[in-house]
């Protein structure tokens, strides 16, 4: 059984820092592409966030500069650091893992995040 599961959100005040993980089980972590997304409410979910097997990394206009995305393959892990958090980046952040040429794509349940005086 495939499970990705978030960790990290909380409530943290404008010019903050909160460090988000995304821990695999039941895939072979390595070969998978994986993405941050967040959705605000109202809003439809977007892609903060991407890291490629390979190592290649891009990034949401709004979060460059701010946010930082890595994994460890040993941990079957992917991480989101970010920094300088704004009220706007307030929303549910979900971790997918997705392999375009298996056919296969996951996600995690999602972790609040909340930034606020």
């Known amino acids: 059984q495939v499970q990705l599961v978030e960790s990290g959100g909380g409530l943290v005040q404008p010019g903050g820092s909160l460090t988000l993980s995304c821990t695999a089980s039941g895939i072979i972590f390595s070969i998978y592409h994986m993405t941050w997304y967040r959705q605000a409410p109202g809003n439809q979910r977007v892609m903060v966030a991407t890291m490629a097997s390979g190592g290649s990394t891009n990034y949401a206009e709004s979060v460059k500069g701010r946010f930082t995305i890595s994994r460890d393959n040993a941990k079957k892990t992917v991480y989101l650091q970010m920094n300088s958090l704004k009220p706007e980046d307030t929303a549910v952040y979900y971790c997918?893992?997705?392999?375009?040429?298996?056919?296969?794509?996951?996600w995690g349940q999602g972790t609040q995040v909340t930034v606020s005086a």
């Open positions: 997918n893992a997705d392999h375009a040429h298996l056919g296969f794509t996951y």
